[in-house]
């Protein structure tokens, strides 16, 4: 029997009075009032959802926390470009203005190493103590190691700036990484089924104007520097420790409503059900052993008794008749290959996109300097070097990304999760067919016939797995387990982009600078046809209740 089903609360409760009250020795006691009482909630609270304050509070929250996560996460592209001026600005030859490999590898790493830590351990909380408690922690860690990396230097001998940086953004991707499993949780634990796939999505989307404001305030910052920086490209240390510092404010403009939302109604109901389930395991333990005492005590008669009487309530039959309603652990429940797959599924598919998605998304100067809209890295000015790249940085993303995002928003509910997902696999893995073993043709041939097909990638991987990846992971697992499991698929999403920045985006200039490009697209067309097949293990969730999608069933009690 599933707490969503077209039966009445009513005879929902008659069904269970029968039940039990065939059960020898079991009445209807008050616990067992207060469990159908709760499953009667939940049944209505999906068809209670409306638009109200609290919703659009909660919206506003999640939504700013993408924005920040976003900035804070790609602003790191304009500030390896900014550390090559002020660090190695009296370099010689190639290496002048440039971060040397290491340094720029280990600061674009940082976030991620620190967001897999974080999805993991915080998601974990979010089920263990609670979503929105873990969801302000997150917030507040990410706010202080915003601050703490805007003052970053050189400490002592073996510490220079790039590794006081890199521990800092560690940290910082550790709060970051809380708010992928909570603010999924949240939202999809809040809404209607027939919107939630719309709002988890919408909250998620708002990452591609974070992507876009990064290099808006790259622009913005130095263009107020432009003439010191001119003068003196040392001036360009004020710009980075800026650029970064000014990411904590939408998140300190957000602490309070954070630190004041409650937990949603259904995970309240699920802690009170668990609570009653244990509660219940406790009272038949009592019953057993209080008739195993009597048995003990007159085995002479009650053998008598059940000579002539073969259905006598011995203790063995008691506990076959009045099992327990306990819950399944989180190894029990994905000991089951039909649950597992369903993990696995969203992990690997996770996996495989972010190989890509970090891959591109954290060199996106590659790209830029492809189509020649970087400009010369040693003759230019270094103020107008830096904004023509934010400016390369804002059309790559509004051309492709940010529509993409809103495009799955608006189609989510219509066109459905699983169907986005391989669409957006399937178009990806052709695109990155083309534009590897075509690379060096179509830029030689036309400049804009390789932008056309490289925004047609960014527009699928928005309208397909970028989104989905996200907004899946919070509807197909059990609302105790949700948290953890989403943390788990975000967190081998993060392993993927560490493979991509510390593994494959390595060999970019083997034979040349950027000469292995092309065979790093073939490699990201191979990731995303695994994407592709992996989707079928996962079910689709359009317009069913959380429940439902995950058979979450008195028989699992």
């Known amino acids: 029997m599933s707490f969503h089903n077209s039966s009445s609360a009513a005879d929902i409760t008659e069904v269970e009075k029968r039940r039990m009250n065939d059960m020898p020795g079991l009445d209807i006691d008050e616990r067992d009032r207060d469990l159908l009482q ?5 049944e209505d609270l999906d068809g209670n959802t409306k638009v109200n304050w609290e919703m659009i509070k909660k919206l506003t929250v999640c939504g700013v926390a993408f924005l920040n996560d976003a900035y804070d996460m790609f602003a790191i592209n304009i500030v390896a470009m900014i550390l090559g001026f002020v660090y190695y600005h009296d ?6 203005n440039t971060v040397p490999k290491k340094w720029d ?41 915003t601050i703490a990396s805007a003052f970053a230097n050189s400490m002592v001998k073996g510490f220079n700036v790039f590794v006081v940086l890199f521990i800092w953004r560690v940290l910082l991707g550790f709060g970051i990484g809380g708010d992928y499993p909570l603010t999924a949780t949240i939202v999809s634990e809040y809404a209607s089924p027939s919107q939630r796939g719309k709002m988890i999505a919408a909250v998620f989307s708002c990452q591609g104007f974070g992507n876009v404001l990064a290099p808006i305030v790259g622009i913005i910052v130095t263009a107020c520097f432009k003439g010191a920086i001119d003068n003196d490209v040392r001036n360009l240390d004020y710009v980075w420790r800026l650029i970064i510092g000014l990411g904590c404010i939408p998140g300190v403009a957000t602490l309070y409503w954070r630190l004041t939302m409650e937990d949603s109604k259904r995970f309240q109901l699920e802690t009170a059900k668990a609570a009653a389930a244990n509660a219940d395991e406790d009272m038949l333990r009592e019953k057993l052993l209080a008739k195993r005492q009597q048995f003990a005590s007159d085995e002479p008669q009650q053998e008598e008794a059940r000579v002539e009487s073969p259905m006598l309530d011995t203790p063995e039959l008691l506990a076959e008749q009045q099992k327990p309603r306990r819950a399944k652990t989180f190894m029990q429940y994905f000991g089951e290959w039909r649950h597992l797959k369903v993990l696995l599924g969203t992990s690997i598919a996770w996996f495989a996109l972010d190989v890509a998605f970090y891959g591109i998304n954290l060199n996106s100067a590659v790209v830029i300097d492809a189509i020649g809209f970087a400009g010369n890295l040693y003759t230019d ?29 608006f189609t989510i509910e219509r066109l459905g ?14 695109l990155y067919i083309v534009l590897g073993f075509a690379y060096h043709k179509i830029l030689d041939k036309s400049v804009a016939g390789f932008i056309v097909l ?14 989905t990846t996200f907004v899946i992971p919070g509807e197909v697992f059990p609302t105790r387990f949700r948290s953890t499991a989403h943390g788990i698929s975000a967190a081998a999403g993060k392993l993927g982009a560490i493979v991509a920045q510390g593994g494959f ?53």
């Open 38 to 42: 709760r499953q009667r909630e939940l």
């Open 91 to 96: 370099a010689e030859g190639a290496a002048q």
């Open 105 to 145: 590898t280990l600061i674009k790493i940082a976030v991620q190493i620190g967001c897999l830590l974080g999805q993991l351990v915080l998601g974990r909380l979010g089920d263990k103590i609670g979503r929105t408690t873990v969801y302000s922690a997150s917030l507040m860690i990410a706010i202080i190691t």
């Open 381 to 409: 000015k270094p103020s107008h070097f830096i904004i023509r790249n934010c400016l390369g940085n804002i059309i790559i993303n509004i051309l492709g990304s940010v529509p993409g995002y809103w495009i799955a928003v």
């Open 417 to 430: 999760r699983k169907t986005i997902q391989l669409m957006g696999f399937g178009m990806l893995t052709i």
């Open 454 to 467: 490289f925004t047609l990638a960014q527009l699928f991987q928005n309208f397909g797995p970028n989104v």
């Open 505 to 557: 985006m390595q060999l970019k200039d083997r034979g040349g600078k950027n000469a292995f490009i092309d065979h790093l697209l073939e490699i990201f067309a191979l990731f995303m046809l695994i994407g592709f097949v992996v989707t079928f293990w996962i079910p689709e969730s359009k317009g069913r209740t959380l429940e439902e999608i995950c058979d979450e069933s008195e028989e699992y009690y």
